[in-house]
């Protein structure tokens, strides 16, 4: 088959083990999956609600998400057709990528960042410039030294996946000045309703403020309907027309588009949700401080830690013991649970770091 190429050089996505694999494999009968960043609390009992009543499973969606789209902006206070609806971040990162790149561009993101900035600048056959990560943070002066006239896009993932860190008002603004005003700058706050920081950007000010800068936000993390794929961007009403022409007629369904509108009428849900996050990540920095461990801060409902003894060999005693997690170059990334789930992964983490553990069993 005329396959494209540059498919060979990339993989399937991995999601990662199944509760019931791992239950399987190692004989277990509770899991806690703590590697997809999913809510621990579900989502807003409002949702079940508001999809009780639903049965028009005949019918099309409607393709510009209208009602949903109404009641976004009014939160957001921004005009309808700066909006743009996605399944997920995921088909929004694909759909900005297939209406920018081309073998004649380039695109500039971070490494260590969301993997998916860059399997769809691979798709693409686009040159992929990469800026390591400085103690785990964009490094925005050298990103904005490798973007030139045919940069395309910047990704900046904001918080970002899977470190956690953050770049602040100040720093985007100026990264801005020197961007030219033809290159899209992307802010993926798939954490957003996470973020407790006080310099954290504005993102309704800087879409007011620059044309070629483009917001995204999810209701799969914060709101907790991971599983019905629903997410949007905010920007310039210019480029979101140009985008529609790349969006699929039906691309959102109905049933995300009814949760999405109770999702987001329960502000209350959501700020119970990142209190309690802002704890466990407590219970976290607390843990790794005594023990000397390292670690980001974040701004997310996740945690990287590095570790010193092989992340295979720390996911797998995690695993064999009914706690997934997702090892990632030097360390491990963990979704914050609730406070129970916390304080049982890291009686079983504190083996395995701290006390060594798997030497102990090795030796008896
Ligand atoms: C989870 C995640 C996404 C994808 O979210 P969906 O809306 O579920 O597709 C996008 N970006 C980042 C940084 C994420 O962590």
């Not at 999956?33 to 508001?50: Q, T, W, Y």
């Not at 904001?158 to 100026?174: A, C, L, M, Q, R």
Request: net charge negative; charged share 25%; glycine share 6%.
């Amino acid at each position: 088959m005329k396959v494209k190429k540059q498919l060979l050089s990339l993989n399937a996505y991995d999601p990662g083990k199944s509760i019931e694999e791992v239950k399987r494999e190692f004989g277990l009968t509770k899991i806690v999956n703590l590697a997809s960043n999913e809510n621990p609390f579900g989502c807003s009992e409002k949702v079940s609600e508001a999809l009780r009543s639903f049965s028009h499973y005949s019918r099309y969606p409607d393709g510009c998400a209208e009602l949903l789209r109404g009641k976004v902006a009014d939160h957001l206070g921004v005009q309808q057709n700066q909006l743009l609806f996605s399944s997920g971040l995921d088909e929004m990162i694909q759909m900005i990528s297939r209406s920018l790149l081309s073998p004649e561009t380039n695109v500039v993101m971070a490494s260590l960042t969301f993997p998916q900035f860059r399997h769809h600048a691979v798709i693409e056959n686009t040159e992929i410039r990469e800026v390591p990560l400085k103690e785990g943070r964009h490094d925005l002066v050298g990103m904005q030294k490798v973007v030139d006239e045919q940069t395309s896009i910047v990704w900046i993932c904001n918080p970002n996946n899977p470190t956690g860190t953050y770049v602040s008002d100040t720093e985007i603004k100026s990264f801005m000045k020197h961007i030219p005003k033809d290159t899209l700058v992307v802010l993926d706050e798939a954490y957003y309703e996470y973020v407790t920081a006080n310099d954290y950007p504005d993102a309704m000010e800087l879409i007011n403020k620059y044309e070629n800068l483009l917001i995204l936000r999810t209701f799969s993390k914060g709101y907790g309907l991971a599983s019905l794929r629903i997410g949007y961007a905010i920007g310039h009403e210019d480029l979101m027309s140009k985008l529609e022409v790349a969006r699929l007629p039906f691309n959102t369904n109905s049933i995300a588009q009814i949760a999405a509108q109770a999702a987001l009428a329960d502000d209350e849900f959501v700020k119970r949700c990142s209190l309690v996050n802002k704890n466990g990540l407590q219970q976290y920095y607390t843990f790794c401080n005594e023990y000397n461990i390292d670690y980001y801060p974040s701004q997310g409902n996740f945690i990287f830690i590095k570790t010193e003894k092989s992340q295979q060999e720390v996911f797998q005693y995690l695993l064999q013991r009914g706690y997934i997690v997702r090892p990632i170059r030097d360390g491990i990334r963990i979704t914050i649970g609730t406070e129970e789930e916390n304080e049982g992964h890291l009686s079983v983490l504190k083996q395995i770091l701290v006390e060594d553990a798997s030497q102990i069993r090795l030796l008896s």
